[in-house]
């Protein structure tokens, strides 16, 4: 045990807020050192700000905690020449810069890829933006919801007859794990090469790709694929049915004969379901808003755990819309190790999601919470740049190391 | 091709749909090999779903099958098969990696598990992904796309702002939550084949899409943590964002979600008076009276186009964006600027432009990828010029249903 796959990998954080943070928390889930740039002059709005304004308290989010677990941190201010100056060296001794910052940021402060480059000429560095480091709108800021609407996901998510929707901050997460990827295949490609590479990634355009399937509707017939709730193509029922309880929900989809067998069966074969107009799968889909109904007059009775017993053990594909509580929770979940405890000194012990993978030899682990700020500025200056603690002191005393 | 700054690596595809092939196709946009197995007859599911193009269901114009395949070498082998099963380990002899989307138990009943082919080629990295893992109660569950992002919590939180629970939760949109299976499949086992590198061995990774997604959402699904209530979909009506009509029907969409970005926002809208009075004068004032500020939002941009409102904010140096269809999209100067989609051409589809890569190396040339390939294509050129099988044989293979 405790063989990790990026053991010996060093990577310089400067991301902040979600996607960049996200992205580097994966890599330290494989086991990279990953040294996240903090300065109390500017904290990562994660640390800090809520809906309704900014608090003073560096070290309770628990939306931080979230998106930075397995990290170190030191508190550094870029904005001074000597502050740029550590980073460079920090780089130096690093494998991997990973960057979120406003475009056009990481080259003012003197850490743009062709600084970079010249402390360690193999570096990995990747930048992550809302809509991509060329073109017109390079320099053009966005947030999660942005990268959803401008890569054509918000137009495709919501009820047929209501506005799009945004999604979550997961949108965030999307591009920070595309984002794990490409510096991972730069990893590999520098095993091979001996060379480094910058990396330039739109947010916008992962998402695309990722409905890039709706995109060809538009290659190949002209048109633009929208929102139709949970509803398919092909298949129906394919819905989400109210069930027993506080706002439950089950969803079901059935794609063929033998599904739709199933499910009459698990209902107890009522009469409707022998009706001439459900017996194919394309009576089914265009008699579906019916069909919902009747579904949903069963599926009412139950409890959602149940209804998904009943009808999976009928060879129907069915699983609740599971509530967060009922995930922390679920017995599969946790019959896979996917909730764990992790302890934090402000928090106290929390239970956080696990890494998602099992991997036979080299396990991704959790073995320390979010950094608070700064606290391993002595390990980093000291132990890795070589400072005495009278420069560092000194660093202090100035705030540079703030 | 020799060309040094292109992955090397081969890899086996045994995977149908979205999730598996989108983890197989970010490997061969590097320039990996890779050889995908399909179903003799009746090939990967994928060739059966729409987008078909002109609307003319033919299992070689599927725009999902194009567009998750393309750049792989295609054949056909029926692993049910004892024929199939040997032809297959000797395929997995010669690979460094095998992606599989099989039931749990479907490949041990093959006699194709882990074990089995880590003892043919040590080295090998096997990526298994399923909807809910290997192991645990529900491991043997189905689930299609639907039926993933609902379980992962996902769903239930869609589409946010909803103003009561009278509807339903909804997917997110096409096969996204599958796409994220397969992204998080290709993560793991690039690092799997880094630690190989390195001097370590192959190993088995099980890939849940179920908790891949769960991942993903954690920053929301750990608001049950703090408060034990968890979050739903009528929980974002606050002041983070504002969803706005344009005066041509388009939709943009506002950040709120700090002093700093409504501070551009005043300005864009040409720092009106209400905005400097109470209560819309402090981030807490405007929290507490959202419902009143989305209105005053609304009307702002109901008096421009989408793209004005687009350029208004972002030149005040606040994010925001248009809520782009797939026309759009495909119309917009910056994703020309960025050569974004690339034209593939493909002998039946014809040639016809796909979403490219999100990402630019500035040491790897875009590849042109090679078009998806045709069921069973490459059947020649794998089993004859690579196994050496002979033509005859590969006539009595086909006859036999193997191939």
Redesign the interface.
């Known amino acids: 045990m405790n ?1 990790s ?2 053991k ?1 990998i060093r990577v310089v954080d400067f991301g902040h807020v ?1 996607a960049g943070p996200y992205g580097s928390m ?1 890599l330290a889930e ?1 086991g990279a050192e990953v040294i996240k740039i903090e300065t109390r002059k500017r904290p990562d ?1 994660q640390r800090v ?1 809520h ?4 608090s003073s308290d560096y070290e309770s989010s ?2 931080f ?3 930075n677990l397995n990290k170190l941190s030191v508190s550094l201010d870029l904005s001074t020449a000597k502050g740029s100056e550590l980073a460079r060296r920090l780089v130096s001794v690093s494998d991997i810069v990973l960057e979120n910052m ?1 475009p056009g940021v990481m080259d003012k402060l003197g850490l743009g ?1 062709k600084d970079l480059v010249k402390v360690k000429p193999d570096i990995i560095m990747l930048s992550l933006s ?8 390079s ?5 999660a ?3 959803s ?11 047929a007859d ?9 949108c ?3 591009a920070g ?2 984002g ?3 510096i ?6 520098r ?3 001996g ?12 998402l ?20 139709d ?2 509803h ?4 129906a029922p ?5 069930c027993k309880g506080n ?1 439950r ?1 089950i ?3 059935v ?1 063929n004969d033998e599904e739709w067998e199933g499910l009459a069966k698990a209902m107890g074969s009522p009469d409707w379901t022998k009706e001439p107009v459900f017996s194919t799968a394309y009576g089914r889909w265009q008699n579906q808003t019916r069909l919902d109904q009747l579904i949903q007059e069963w599926t009412i009775n139950f409890g959602h755990y149940a209804l ?1 017993e009943r009808l ?1 053990k009928h ?14 929770s679920d ?3 946790v ?2 190790g ?1 909730v764990i405890e992790i302890e934090h000194p402000v928090l106290g012990t ?13 396990q991704p682990e959790i073995t320390r919470a979010a950094p608070l700020l700064g606290e391993h500025n002595s390990y980093v200056f000291q132990d890795l740049l070589g400072l005495s603690q009278q420069e560092l002191d000194q660093l202090i005393e100035e705030k540079i190391v703030y | 091709m020799t060309d ?2 292109l ?2 690596l081969k890899v086996i595809e045994l995977c149908s749909f ?1 999730a598996g092939p989108y983890c197989a196709r ?1 490997l061969a946009d ?1 320039g990996a090999e890779v050889i995908k197995i399909e179903q003799p007859g009746s090939g990967d599911e994928a060739r059966r ?7 003319d269901p033919d299992p070689e ?1 599927s ?2 099958y ?3 395949n393309s750049g792989k070498l295609g054949i056909t082998l029926d692993i049910h098969t004892a024929d199939g099963q040997a032809i297959f380990k000797r395929l997995v002899a010669d690979a460094d990696v095998l992606i599989e989307d099989r039931p749990p138990d479907e490949m041990k009943k093959c006699g194709l598990d ?1 074990p089995s082919l880590k003892a043919i080629n040590p080295s090998l990295i096997m990526t298994s992904i399923s909807p ?8 043997d ?21 909803s103003t009561n ?1 009278d ?10 939550g599958e ?2 299976g397969g ?2 499949a ?3 086992t ?6 190989l ?2 001097g ?9 899409k ?17 408060t034990g ?4 979909r009528t929980g ?1 009506g ?4 504002s ?1 706005v ?1 344009c005066k041509d029907g388009n ?3 506002l ?1 709120l ?3 700093k970005q409504w501070q551009g926002l005043f300005q864009a809208m040409g720092s009106p008076e209400w905005g400097t009075q109470k209560p819309f004068n ?3 004032g405007r ?2 009276h959202y419902g009143e500020l989305r209105e005053r939002l609304c009307e702002w941009a109901s008096q421009y186009t989408a793209q004005e409102v687009f350029e208004k904010v ?1 030149y005040y ?14 119309d ?4 020309a ?2 050569k ?1 989609l690339v034209e593939i051409d493909h002998p039946v ?1 014809g040639n ?13 040339p875009q590849q042109p990828r090679r078009p998806a390939p045709l069921l069973g294509q490459h059947n020649q050129e794998v089993f004859c010029s690579r196994l050496e099988y002979s033509k005859e044989s590969l006539v009595k293979l086909k006859q036999a249903g193997v191939i």
């Open positions: 063989q796959a990026l010996g979600l994966l494989f709005e700000q809906g309704a304004g900014a628990s939306n905690f979230e998106i406003r890829y809302g809509y991509g480091g060329t073109g017109p709108y320099r053009y800021t966005a947030y919801p942005c990268f609407c401008f890569g054509g996901q918000a137009h495709l998510t919501g009820y209501a506005e799009p929707n945004t999604l979550t901050s997961s965030d997460s999307r794990t595309a794990a990827f490409a991972l295949m730069a990893l590999n490609l095993e091979q090469t060379k480094g590479q910058y990396i330039d990634l739109s947010s916008s355009e992962q695309n790709a990722q409905v890039g399937d709706q995109m060809m509707d538009y290659s190949m017939n002209h048109r633009s694929p929208s929102r709730g949970n398919d193509a092909i298949m394919h819905n989400c049915y109210r706002d929900w969803s079901i989809a794609a998904m999976q060879g129907v594909a069915a699983m609740p819309s599971f509530k967060a509580k009922d995930l922390f017995p599969h979940i019959a896979r996917g929390r239970k956080t999601i696990a890494p998602p993978w099992k991997m036979s030899e080299t | 040094n700054s992955l090397k979205a970010l590097f779903r729409g987008p078909f193009l002109h609307d114009t725009g999902l194009l567009y998750l882990y809910f893992g290997q192991d645990g109660p529900y491991s569950f189905k689930s299609y796309h639907l039926n993933l992002y609902h379980s992962s919590g996902a769903g239930y939180m869609l589409p946010m702002n629970f509807r339903e939760p909804v997917r997110g949109p096409g096969f996204a796409y994220d992204m998080s290709a993560v793991a690039m690092s799997a084949l880094f630690w590198r390195r370590g061995t192959g190993q088995h990774i099980d890939v849940s179920q908790q891949s997604m769960m991942h993903l959402e954690r920053s929301q699904l750990r608001r049950f943590i703090d209530k968890s979050p739903n974002m606050r002041l983070l964002e969803l009509q939709y943009v969409i950040i979600s700090s002093e402090t981030q807490a929290s507490a972002q140096k606040s994010a925001c964006a248009p809520a782009y269809t797939a026309e759009q999209f495909f917009s100067p910056q994703i600027a960025r974004y589809a016809l432009k796909y979403p490219g890569l999100p990402y630019r190396f500035s040491d790897m």
